[in-house]
């Protein structure tokens, strides 16, 4: 069964240092998106893409967070400086034209 | 603009009791509904949609939700709890388009964490 993968699992950092995160999508699926999930609370979109065009990104802190999908398949998401609030599950998410959303098993970011 | 109001953090049940997850949202349009679960350290699976069809939405695992666009909610329910149903489960809106065969901007609740005793 196709599956959604994020590397790394784990990652934990210092403040102020620079972290990476990788998505490969579901292949053949446009769409890819990226969600924050802070312990507790449900995951809010930071980032979509369709293809390698950044659809909406509003949510998305632009100071220090940037996404690309340069090729329109995997994407990276890059934290740069990171900050004790930036904490959370990473999760991406891939989708064909906009319908049912496959999730991957996400990336947990500790700043310490 | 949509929303949606889990209304239970926690709900803990014996394993064989029914189980009910509550839910109630909000939507200037006409909604598309889901439930996603979420085990520990694990990305969420998709349980069930509502996309404008019937309005009891039968899904995975044994669980069904109800449309009740009066009341405005889509509780999710199962006749008999089973150990491995403990998890995390979110409700979820989205603007339903083109008929609900293609969905807007995804609005998660804040999750029900779902325990089962022995």
């Known amino acids: 069964e196709a599956e959604v993968a994020q590397s790394p699992r784990y990652k934990i950092t210092e403040k102020s240092q620079a972290v990476a995160f990788w998505c490969d999508p579901i292949s053949g699926h446009a769409t890819l998106y990226w969600y924050r999930q802070i312990l507790g609370q449900g995951p809010e979109l930071l980032v979509q893409f369709q293809d390698e065009s950044v659809v909406d990104d509003s949510q998305l802190p632009k100071d220090r967070f940037s996404a690309e999908r340069l090729k329109g398949v995997d994407s990276t998401l890059k934290i740069q400086p990171a900050e004790l609030g930036d904490s959370a599950m990473y999760l991406c998410a891939s989708s064909l034209a906009f319908r049912e959303l496959f999730f991957g098993e996400g990336s947990r970011l500790t700043v310490l | 603009a949509q929303s949606v109001t889990q209304l239970d953090s926690h709900v803990s049940v014996s394993e064989g009791t029914p189980v009910l997850l509550r839910c109630n949202y909000s939507?200037?349009?006409?909604?598309?509904l889901f439930w996603y679960v979420q085990h520990p350290n694990k990305g969420l699976q998709l349980l069930l949609k509502y996309t404008s069809a019937a309005t009891l939405v039968k899904g995975i695992n044994g669980f069904e939700a109800e449309f009740k666009k009066s009341e405005t909610s889509f509780h999710l329910t199962k006749p008999s709890a089973h150990m491995s149903d403990a998890a995390e489960y979110f409700c979820?809106?989205?603007?339903?388009?083109?008929?609900?065969?293609?969905?807007?901007?995804?609005?998660f609740g804040q999750g029900t964490i779902l325990t089962v005793h022995p």
């Open positions: 939507s200037s349009y006409s909604p598309s």
């Open positions: 979820v809106v989205s603007r339903n388009q083109a008929g609900g065969t293609s969905y807007g901007k995804l609005t």
